[in-house]
């Protein structure tokens, strides 16, 4: 029955809790209290300062506070060293009159008004002790090498209990390893001793952490020695007899010093951190590892401390119970230790401690008290106070072991509940209220709150609203009248509206109304969704020199109507207080870098909703320090070892070591390479030469750069001995022709391997049956022979020697004794020419001896022959053993000598005899001059002069001619031949006033040559002009060059538009710049001509001559062809005819005597334009 009941009980509290929910109640409303800050259960006391002991609380109307010690009432007012905090239950005592231990004790605080009691957790009050070392003698240790040995500290106790650690006497930190380690109550051990482990400073300090205070131990003294320095120390005091007979202390297998035994036990409470500890002897020093029998070691929550000898396990929890082994070993065996851990639990809370309710009259609801512990707690339960069985019947109220259930609550059951939940280990002690109330509803979220949140981030907008009955909330936004639920939509039971990923479209005003049986309350709140702060461009890894800049950028994107905060951080702190560190808007600038500026450095952009980050690393790389401690090692006659410590490398690898030498015996103060090595090696073997008195260095090389050279190693004598070389570069010439002159490279000091450095010098002539002759000469580089052949091939050998004896069997070289001029020219001579500008020569070579040296080449002299006289001849050299050559560059129908010359090294030799060739025919050159005179109406004449170049026999002459209109466009071309003997022609028939250009060139059998230009004008007609100036003078004439003067000036803007713009004319810009401006541009179909173009010459065409007479006065004929000059195209082909056109512009015409364009419009100059068509 009772356990139906039990079953019962359970749905309801379940059902109900769903029902009602924990509210924070305003203040203004009435509410029992609630205690809200006390001090800790186990409360430690510093006796150097005033007793405070807290105890906070609220409550409608605020409540008043009372005080029990050891269970029975703490009357404050009578006890004047003890005085309680205004509106508050903090009881404070002034410990300047009273020891504090006086107030030693178990204190607990009541807060209470009309409408429940709370009561605080039972505070035991203990003062912090840290008591003194006691007084003792230490004396000294002395033990054999090898053993095991156990420092105990043995501190004081204290509260809390006190931090170990061994220090010697200048305060510094005993080293430990896994031979010599600090256990869990602070012995120092040492698995086995060694020799350095003697001293006379071992101090073993404990800190209470309470005081911050720290005691330190006797020093304790530890010998050590092994068997033969016991015997000799002690030897004299015990008669001779050793102290110790044993053997020495041999090698031995694991034995556990702590704990002992094959097993152990061990309990700890649930939350609390196990720590297992095995400390083992033995030699040589053994290995710790543990393992978990039951199962696998927890790894997030498992370390392993003092080189694996102590296993520690944070948090503990059940599922950490079980056996847990320990193995010690070495490699003459090993030792198990087993540890039974059980796990116990101090009462905690499985759904939390019971919560506050709120209840309308009539509503049901329920306190629970869910707990749990090894072994199982008891729940006690109390009202205001009070045990429940010993409070107030209550017929809304039913206790069911951990719950209370009321049903139908009526005005006037408020009161406070207690919870106290135990066990051995421990209690809970939990107070909840129970508050009967009738409220309409309020909500106590401020109105109008703005709300700011991240694109696709969570968005919380709370409507904290409280009731009696609880209200209930809904949401609306904006104008709409559909309330919020569903996706992206969740309502929570405190009413808070969660939107899971906020977007731009969320953004607005909503509404939450909360609602209850007695009325209605609502609330307007704003929700902005702004944009994520970003980083775009992070900063980068920099590697730089020591002295450079560095940079790193960091440029951010954020929401505009945020404000950005940037700050710039360097391993996870603030940058240094340094002026060559300068923050940008999106930049961080460090100058001058030093080695202190290693490290990361990171962007953070923050603003009032967001952040985001980056970080890099800067290196700073400098040159490496210099290779230290240089040593001589494996030294032997030819050669050494090296070895040297490496410098800092300052971040950058060192990349390779290179080694150099000064031999002071021959070239003291230089320093010169010998090796390199790469930078992985810290040693070299170096070769070495005989005879010299070395030094070393190393330099270290990195990507920055070479380090200093180190410090010179200890110099190092080799002893003489024979060259191990001969000279090099052994040559044999001669400098007069009958001597040989032998030259070589000497040796240098190093490589002369002794003393006494000389040569031996050996000749003989290259012929059969001569012998060596010899010389030894100093340390010198070369020999003269006397008296030798004239250029005969010598064999050479030069030989080092020393005061030890000769260098190797030398090579044989070949040289020549001194050369001669040749004796002997070239024969068999001869010269044909191949064309008009080309000849080839062939000739015999000449023999060998009769050169006496060196073959050079050959010169061929040769020159245009003039009355038969030689004249400024031209050399041409042949290198090498030629025979024949080509001579360039002659002039048509010449006569031409030449002779040929051998060269050797000393000079030239005679001269072959003189030969002679002829060039043919070829074209004439250019007229000498063209002129025009006796120009008339229809009719001029032209004269000339022959080509100076005839280059052949002249046969006649062509003359072409055209006419030029105003246009400057050519008309169909007129050709004469003329006869050789011919100067001059009259040209009849000719257009009055008008412009020709005229081409005159010569011929020979060839074909003609290049032609000459000249142009000029016929003289106008005086009838005509009288015709023109009466016709100029009528009125209708003039308003029609009026108009035609405005069209071309309307043009002329036109084109100076087009001009500006990149356009192109049909007629050319110079033109255009020197039309007159009565004339209008004629359209191509107006005239039958070709255009005029003329590029080759842009100077003033000599013989061009104006009219001597006529109605329009032209200074140098402004309107002549003299502004165009020759087109390229302008030529005659072979056969004599004309090709190209006569077009193009001249940038001289500004050079002229007279401009057209600077004439004034005149109706006759219109009128020679006009006819000049005619």
């Avoid at 040995?149 to 305060?171: E, K, S, Y």
């Avoid at 940079?551 to 951010?556: A, G, L, N, S």
């Avoid at 690393?617 to 070892?641: A, F, G, I, N, Y």
């Avoid at 000739?843 to 003039?866: A, Q």
Wanted: charged share 20%.
């Amino acid at each position: 029955m009772m356990e139906r009941r039990r079953m019962e009980a359970a749905l309801l509290v379940l059902f109900l809790g769903h029902l009602t929910t924990a509210l924070e109640v305003p203040l203004d409303l009435p509410q029992p209290p609630t205690i809200t800050h006390q001090s800790p259960k186990d409360y430690i006391i510093d006796p150097r300062e005033n007793i405070i002991i807290h105890c906070e609380a609220k409550g409608k109307p605020h409540p008043s506070f009372s005080w029990t010690r050891d269970g029975t009432h703490f009357d404050i007012d009578e006890d004047p060293n003890v005085s309680m905090r205004l509106h508050s239950g903090t009881l404070v005592v002034d410990i300047s009159r009273e020891k504090v231990d006086h107030y030693e004790g178990v204190y607990q605080c009541t807060a209470r008004n009309k409408h429940g009691t709370a009561i605080s957790n039972d505070i035991v009050v203990r003062q912090s002790r840290s008591p003194l070392w006691s007084k003792e003698e230490i004396k000294p240790i002395v033990v054999q090498e090898g053993v095991s040995l156990v420092l105990q500290c043995r501190p004081p106790a204290g509260l809390p209990p006190p931090i170990i650690f061994w220090m010697d006497n200048n305060f510094q930190k005993l080293p430990q390893s896994k031979r010599v380690s600090q256990s869990l109550n602070g012995d120092l051990y040492f698995s086995n001793v060694h020799r350095e482990d003697s001293r006379n400073d071992y101090i073993c300090y404990a800190r209470f952490p309470h005081t911050q205070t720290i005691q330190q131990k006797q020093p304790i003294t530890v010998r050590v020695l092994n068997m033969d320095a016991i015997n000799d120390t002690v030897a004299a005091f015990y008669n001779d007899t050793d102290l110790f007979s044993e053997a020495p202390t041999e090698e031995r297998k694991p034995t556990f010093l702590i704990p002992s035994g094959t097993s152990s036990s061990k309990m700890v409470l649930r939350g609390r951190v196990l720590e297992m500890e095995c400390i083992a002897e033995g030699l040589p020093t053994p290995e710790i590892s543990w393992t978990k029998m039951s199962g696998d070691l927890p790894a997030k929550r498992t370390s392993f401390l003092h080189y694996n000898k102590t296993l520690r396990i944070l948090n503990v929890s059940e599922s950490d119970a079980g056996d847990y082994r320990c193995t010690a070993r070495n490699h003459h065996g090993r030792v198990h230790h087993t540890i039974h851990v059980t796990v116990k639990a101090a009462p905690y809370w499985i759904s939390g401690a019971p919560k506050n309710l709120v209840l309308a009259p009539g509503e049901d609801g329920a306190l629970t008290c869910r707990a749990s512990g090894t072994p199982k707690p008891s729940i006690t339960w109390f009202m205001n106070g009070i045990p429940i069985e010993n409070s107030p019947v209550d017929p809304s109220r039913q206790v069911y072991d951990d719950s209370i259930i009321f049903s139908n609550i009526q005005s006037g059951s408020s009161a406070v509940y207690q919870c106290n939940v135990s066990n051995d280990y421990g209690y809970l002690l939990s107070n909840a209220f129970v508050n009967v109330l009738s409220e309409p509803p309020r909500v106590l979220t401020p109105a109008n709150k703005v709300y700011q949140v991240i694109r696709n981030h969570q968005a919380l907008m709370d409507c904290s609203s409280f009731g009696s009955p609880i209200p209930n909330v809904t949401w609306f936004k904006d104008t709409q009248s559909s309330t919020l639920d569903g996706d992206p939509y969740i309502l929570h039971d405190n009413g808070t509206l969660e939107i899971r990923i906020a977007q731009h479209q969320n953004t607005g005003k909503y509404t939450c109304v909360a609602r209850n049986s007695l009325g209605i309350s609502k609330n307007h709140i704003v929700l902005e969704v702004k944009e994520p702060t970003r980083i775009l461009k992070q900063p980068e890894y920099r590697r730089v020199q020591r002295g450079t800049s560095v940079v790193f950028e960091c440029t951010v994107n954020h929401d505009p109507s945020l404000t950005p905060t940037m700050t710039w951080l360097k391993d996870d702190g603030e940058l240094p207080d340094d002026e060559r560190f300068t923050v940008g808007s999106d930049s961080l600038t460090i100058t001058d870098v030093t080695e202190s500026d290693e490290g990361e450095y990171k962007c953070i952009m923050n603003t009032t909703l967001d952040h985001d980050s980056a970080s890099a690393t800067l290196t700073v790389v400098e040159r490496p320090e210099p290779p230290t401690d240089l040593e001589l090692t494996d030294q032997k006659k030819r050669s050494v070892q090296l070895t040297w410590i490496p410098g800092d490398e300052h971040n950058s690898p060192i990349q390779k070591f290179l080694i150099q030498y000064e031999d002071s015996l021959h070239h003291q103060g230089h320093w010169h390479n010998l090796t390199e090595v790469p930078g992985t090696k810290t040693t070299a073997h170096l070769k070495l030469s005989p005879y010299a008195h070395y030094t070393f260095r190393v330099l270290a090389l990195n990507a920055v750069g070479f380090s200093r050279p180190s410090l010179a190693s200890r110099m190092y004598k080799t002893e003489p001995a024979a060259p191990d070389e001969n000279p090099t570069g052994v040559h044999g010439f001669g400098t007069q022709h009958d001597n040989l002159v032998i030259s070589w490279k000497p040796l240098s000091g190093l490589q002369s391997n002794g003393p006494g450095l000389r040569y031996k010098v050996m000749w003989r002539q290259k012929v059969v049956g001569s012998s060596w002759n010899d010389a030894t000469v100093a340390n010198i580089s070369k020999f003269v022979v006397s008296g030798t052949p004239t250029f005969s091939q010598y064999e050479l050998k030069v030989q080092a020697v020393n005061d030890f004896g000769e260098g190797p069997e030398p090579a044989v070289v070949h040289g020549y004794s001194g050369e001669d001029l040749p004796i002997a020219a070239p024969e068999n001579v001869q010269g044909i020419a191949l064309n008009s500008s080309l000849a080839e020569v062939h000739w015999d070579p000449v023999p060998p001896h009769l050169i006496r040296g060196h073959l050079k080449g050959y010169k061929v002299y040769y020159w245009r022959n003039h009355n038969l006289h030689k004249h400024n001849p031209v050399i041409l050299s042949f290198s090498g053993n030629h025979t024949h050559g080509m001579l360039p560059g002659l002039h048509p129908f010449s006569h031409y000598s030449f002779h040929v010359r051998v060269c050797n090294g000393k000079g030239e030799g005679p001269a072959s005899k003189d030969q002679q060739f002829k060039t043919p025919e070829g074209v004439p050159g250019l007229p000498t001059s063209l002129t025009v005179t006796d120009t008339n109406l229809d009719s001029l004449t032209l004269e000339w002069t022959p080509p100076h170049e005839h280059n052949g026999h002249i046969t006649g002459y062509t003359l072409k001619y055209q006419p030029v209109n105003n246009s400057y466009e050519l008309g169909p071309a007129e050709e004469l031949a003329l006869a050789a003997n011919e100067t001059s022609v009259t040209l009849t028939n000719l257009k009055y006033s008008t412009r020709y250009k005229f081409y005159l060139n010569a011929k020979t059998l060839t074909g003609p040559g290049p032609a000459i230009s000249q142009e000029a004008v016929t003289i106008m007609d005086e009838a005509v002009a009288s015709r023109q100036v009466d016709i100029a003078t009528q009125g209708w004439f003039i308003g029609l060059m009026c108009a035609i003067a405005l069209l071309i000036l309307i043009l002329l803007i036109i084109c100076f538009i087009q001009r500006n713009k990149g356009g192109k004319y049909p007629v050319k810009e110079k033109e255009d710049a020197h039309t007159d401006p009565e004339f209008q541009p004629m359209k191509d179909d107006d005239c039958p001509f070709g255009e005029y173009s003329d590029n080759e010459d842009h100077k003033p065409l000599k013989g061009s001559r104006t009219p001597s007479n006529g109605t329009v006065k032209r200074d140098d004929s402004d309107d002549s062809l003299v502004d165009y000059g020759e087109g390229g195209d302008g030529q005659f082909n072979e056969d004599g005819s004309f090709i190209g056109q006569y077009s193009g512009k001249s940038t001289s015409r500004d050079t002229a005597g007279g401009h057209e364009s600077s004439e004034a419009p005149s109706p006759i100059n219109a009128m020679n334009s006009l006819n000049s068509f005619v």
